[in-house]
């Protein structure tokens, strides 16, 4: 990835989310790409460690302990953020989300779920850009990319609070991408199927005991049942080369976007 024409500084990326999963592989990815990263997450040992695979590429790593929910929390670790980046930052990636409960009706959730999976998937992007952008939009230069989920492109019985977060996202992110495009800042979603990431290989896993059969009979059964075209889910490293693409020269005409990326079942 190239700075900007007017920063002769290395770029500099905020990833939250970056102590596991797609969020930590997109950073080490934007690392590898030349940027130093700035990793954002509640789990600081898990953070230390995406730190240190970035720091063996060559590039910084700064470890932000924050609950994205917590609006004093995300605020203290973005003064931290932009003391250690000189005040840049040019890539800003919104990874840290959960699932929240999976199969509760509308009329069974709890409102208590239904805020925890807003909070995290909605307003920890809000508290993010709505600091970052002013600063991108100083440099003249950004990309901001949100991670969505196809259950943000349609509905989906028993994943309302999910799918309600990652619709709002889109929202944001298009209004965000309307203010923001006249200072040479990008703003758009990237919208994963399934992503065989720890937490959902273990759920396959875990199915698979309970029922007596191998891992490859539940994930065979699962593309069948998604109607999957490519008949594989994501690896992180699919949703991570979207990313790629969005924040490298491919992505500066593209805004206000949703680019999916689920093998093929919203089609
Ligand atoms: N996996 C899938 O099948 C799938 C499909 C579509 C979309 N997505 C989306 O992709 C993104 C990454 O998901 P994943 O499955 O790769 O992740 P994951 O492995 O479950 O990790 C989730 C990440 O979010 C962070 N996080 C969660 N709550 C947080 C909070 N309150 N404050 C700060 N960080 C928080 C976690 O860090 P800490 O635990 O350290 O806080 C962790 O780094 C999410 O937005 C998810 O909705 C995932």
């Given at each position: 990835m190239n700075a900007p024409a007017s920063e002769p500084l290395r770029p500099v990326a905020l990833v939250t989310g970056a102590s596991s999963g797609t969020g930590r592989d997109i950073a080490i990815a934007l690392a590898e790409d030349g940027c130093n990263v700035g990793l954002l997450g509640r789990r600081t040992a898990a953070l230390e460690a995406t730190a240190e695979r970035i720091r063996a590429l060559g590039r910084e790593a700064c470890v932000l302990t924050a609950d994205v929910c917590d609006e004093n929390s995300v605020?203290?670790?973005?003064?931290?953020?932009?003391?250690?980046?000189?005040?840049?930052?040019?890539?800003?990636?919104?990874?840290?989300?959960?699932?929240?409960?999976l199969g509760d009706n509308v009329g069974q959730l709890q409102l208590t779920d239904f805020d925890a999976v807003m909070a995290t998937n909605l307003r920890g992007p809000f508290l993010t850009m709505s600091r970052l952008l002013p600063v991108m939009c100083g440099q003249g230069y950004g990309r901001v990319v949100n991670i969505g989920g196809t259950h943000g492109m349609r509905g989906r019985a028993g994943r309302a609070s999910y799918a309600t977060s990652k619709w709002a996202l889109r929202g944001l992110t298009r209004s965000?991408?309307?203010?923001?495009?006249?200072?040479?800042?990008?703003?758009?979603?990237?919208?994963?199927?399934?992503?065989?990431?720890?937490?959902?290989?273990?759920?396959?896993?875990?199915?698979?005991?309970?029922?007596?059969?191998?891992?490859?009979?539940?994930?065979?059964?699962?593309?069948?049942?998604?109607g999957m075209a490519l008949q594989r889910p994501n690896e992180t490293a699919d949703v991570v080369a979207t990313v790629r693409f969005l924040v490298g020269e491919g992505g500066r005409n593209i805004t206000g976007q949703e680019i999916v990326v689920d093998g093929g079942v919203i089609v």
């Open positions: 605020s203290a670790v973005l003064e931290q953020f932009l003391v250690w980046s000189g005040g840049a930052v040019h890539v800003l990636v919104n990874a840290a989300g959960i699932p929240g409960p965000a991408a309307l203010e923001v495009g006249a200072h040479g800042v990008t703003a758009n979603v990237v919208a994963p199927g399934a992503i065989a990431v720890e937490r959902m290989r273990q759920r396959w896993a875990d199915q698979a005991v309970e029922e007596g059969v191998s891992e490859s009979v539940v994930l065979e059964r699962y593309v069948q049942a998604m």
